[in-house]
């Protein structure tokens, strides 16, 4: 059966510090991904998806980015977090031809 | 522009009631329907999904799709204090693409 993991699962960072969050999915090869993040009382906001290794579609310009070095890894970064950022972040992976997408257990980041 | 909506809520239903949990869209083209459940502080977990018109059965859980007046419905029978969370209704998009809604506060008074 498939997993997704995220880490670190929470994160306090300074406004202006670097971001990196990572996704990593198990048991299914070249997934969809999807970054969302979810601000308080808000609903999923989608980042970024990505078909597969490399190829990244952004969906709101903002400070993030996110990269796919591997088929099964999905990160999200930032050079410089801004108090907005702060959220919950989700990673998500769908198959191929499918529409149904199954999350992971989510990054709570605070930004100070 | 797709668009999904939903009452923000929160509804809120005694035990053992059925909770009625309903969500619109705007193409007429979509095909499929995806409800999930969020528990507070926890991510959505994909419960139930529907492709035809009709009714969907799966336990406690009725996904009711009318294409017709474009809207899709969840049902939950026999209401539990544990399914006190918020569900979302999703439709896919172009590109493996989800839109969701912005998502029913439901609470289960015992």
């Known amino acids: 059966s498939q997993t997704i993991h995220q880490w670190p699962a929470t994160l306090v960072q300074p406004v202006g510090s670097p971001l990196s969050l990572e996704c990593t999915v198990e048991g299914t090869s070249n997934p969809n991904l999807y970054w969302y993040r979810q601000a308080a009382g808000r609903g999923l906001q989608l980042l970024f998806y990505?078909?597969?290794?490399?190829?990244i579609s952004s969906e709101v310009p903002q400070n993030l980015s996110a990269s796919r070095p591997q088929d099964r890894q999905f990160i999200l970064s930032s050079k410089k977090l801004l108090l907005s950022d702060s959220g919950f972040y989700l990673c998500?992976?769908?198959?191929?031809?499918?529409?149904?997408?199954?999350f992971g257990p989510g990054t709570r980041l605070t930004v100070t | 522009q797709k668009e999904v909506e939903q009452n923000s809520g929160p509804l809120s239903v005694p035990e053992g009631a059925i909770a009625s949990l309903n969500c619109t869209y705007s193409d007429r083209g979509s095909q499929s329907f995806f409800w999930y459940r969020q528990y507070s502080g926890k991510s959505p977990e994909l419960i139930m999904f529907?492709?035809?018109?009709g009714d969907k059965e799966d336990g406690r859980f009725t996904a009711q799709l009318n294409k017709a007046s474009q809207y899709v419905s969840l049902l939950i029978r026999d209401s539990q204090p544990s399914d006190s969370a918020t569900y979302l209704c999703a439709v896919p998009n172009q590109g493996g693409k989800l839109i969701f809604g912005q998502g029913t506060e439901l609470s289960v008074k015992p």
């Open positions: 529907i492709y035809s018109n």
């Open positions: 990505s078909v597969g290794i490399g190829q």
């Open positions: 998500a992976w769908s198959l191929w031809g499918q529409d149904e997408q199954y």
